[in-house]
């Protein structure tokens, strides 16, 4: 096993991992593309971006994803950033402590479409990777077992009578030529079991069998397979999932068709001669980041109302530049612009500028003008190695506005629950309980900075 931090240290390119170069560049254009790979024109280039292949020194590292590597009986670990430490060598519990922050993050997500479902993480073995597919197979297996999702489709037959309606070219080439002529070939809708969402299961759960090494885990999507065992194998796409509703007797699967598309969209397999060489399962960081605190933001703190992105202003007046604040912060009493960097700051006590981008306060000032706003915030992650969170406030004028005064504050936000890191795995423990603590602490930090100064202006 090997921990890879991004943009951090570095590994050894093992003789086990021959070709893994030339499979992840394939599948890198062959991925789904989803918006996570379509930014900043991802979708131009043509080799790939989770690992950097360093062939000078034979070693190995990783970009901005965050997941895990399954390759040939390897398993590559990518991890958070905010984790490292240089002096530090992670044990098995730590790792999987790591990924368990991952999977909390995950739970508020949005616009990455985490299942809204709570249930213990089973195993102590589990990894981030096994407890994604414990959830989904467990779920899955307790639904199908007793409820069987059915829906209507269209549907082509030779029939003794007529339903539907008559294909009637087809009758006359297909069966009254061949003598088959009280063989009506008709074409109707059909309450089936053998459905287009039900294939998608089916297909999601043989990918993910294939590659799990837990036994629990085998057992239910064994299950799985087994009653969808008539329905028909075919390829599917996290597009397929999206297009898929439901009425209210059948809401329970939602949960199963979000997972589907959470393994479709972020998973990566590469098949030769049947035979499953390469699985991936990645998340680019700074994406899950801004989601995450969008969605902690909408569903825990009540006084605030978000939005993500908005994106109806221009820095110019012929609309060639969109501006795209991360978060539309608005309480009782006043609006303001919240944007999230993914970024290690504070680290250097020398820094007068404290890791803190100048482009970015570029950035926010062009927000505060074309949005009209005089105050800007920046969410920052807190790192492993930070005993507090930082924070700074800077001031600017805006001369062309007889020296109105633009606030920028800069913010760390409490993430990671430290302690939890030293804490052994627990069978049956759900994720709420782990990070209450810091489910809390967050909700304090985010109201001390917005609530409070909020009200006090107005």
Not at 10 to 37: P, T
Not at 56 to 80: A, D, F, Q, R, T
Not at 180 to 199: G, I, P, Q, S
Not at 307 to 323: C, H, I, M, P, V
Request: glycine share 4%.
């Amino acid at each position: 096993m090997i921990n890879l931090f991004e943009y951090q240290n570095k590994a050894d390119i093992q003789a086990s991992f021959d070709g893994l170069e030339g499979f992840l560049d394939e599948i890198w254009n062959s991925r789904e593309k989803n918006s996570f790979y379509a930014e900043n024109g991802n979708d131009k280039i043509e080799s790939q971006r989770f690992l950097q292949f360093i062939h000078k020194s034979n070693e190995l590292k990783s970009n901005k994803y965050v997941g895990v590597i399954h390759y040939e009986g390897n398993k590559i670990n990518l991890l958070p950033k905010i984790f490292f430490d240089s002096e530090k060598e992670y044990t098995t519990n730590e790792v999987n402590q790591i990924q368990n922050h991952i999977l909390w993050w995950l739970s508020y997500c949005r616009k990455i479409k985490f299942p809204n479902y709570q249930a213990s993480l089973g195993s102590t073995k589990s990894d981030f990777f096994e407890v994604l597919i414990y959830l989904f197979s467990k779920y899955t297996r307790a639904l199908l077992n007793t409820s069987i999702y059915q829906q209507y489709e269209e549907v082509n037959r030779e029939l003794s009578f007529i339903k539907g309606r008559l294909n009637t070219n087809e009758y006359i080439t297909e069966n009254l030529r061949k003598g088959k002529w009280h063989k009506l070939n008709c074409t109707y809708d059909a309450f089936v079991f053998d459905n287009e969402f039900n294939r998608i299961i089916k297909y999601v759960t043989t990918i993910l069998f294939n590659v799990t090494s837990s036994q629990d885990n085998k057992k239910n999507l064994r299950e799985i397979l087994f009653i969808l065992d008539e329905v028909s194998d075919e390829r599917a796409t996290a597009k397929q999932c999206s297009r898929i509703s439901f009425n209210p007797m059948f809401g329970e699967f939602e949960t199963v068709r979000d997972y589907c598309q959470l393994f479709l969209t972020n998973c990566i397999s590469f098949d030769y001669k049947n035979d499953l060489k390469l699985f991936a399962f990645l998340l680019p960081m700074e994406y899950v980041f801004e989601d995450f605190i969008f969605g902690f933001i909408d569903k825990e703190l009540d006084d605030i109302t978000a939005k993500a992105q908005r994106s109806d202003t221009y820095l110019d007046e012929g609309k060639a530049f969109n501006l795209k604040p991360d978060l539309w912060l608005k309480t009782d009493c006043k609006s303001l612009i919240a944007d999230t960097k993914y970024k290690i700051v504070y680290s250097d006590e020398k820094d007068p500028k404290k890791g803190i981008s100048q482009n970015d306060l570029y950035q926010m000032l062009a927000y505060a003008v074309r949005f009209e706003v005089d105050e800007i915030i920046l969410f920052y992650p807190n790192t492993i190695k930070q005993g507090q969170e930082e924070e700074t406030e800077l001031t600017i004028k805006d001369a062309f506005a007889d020296g109105k005064e633009i606030s920028i504050r800069a913010f760390q936000l409490p993430i990671i629950n430290r302690e939890l890191l030293e804490l052994d795995l627990m069978t049956k423990t759900y994720l709420s309980e782990l990070f209450e603590l810091t489910r809390q602490e967050l909700i304090n930090k985010i109201e001390k900075i917005l609530l409070p100064k909020l009200h006090v202006a107005n």
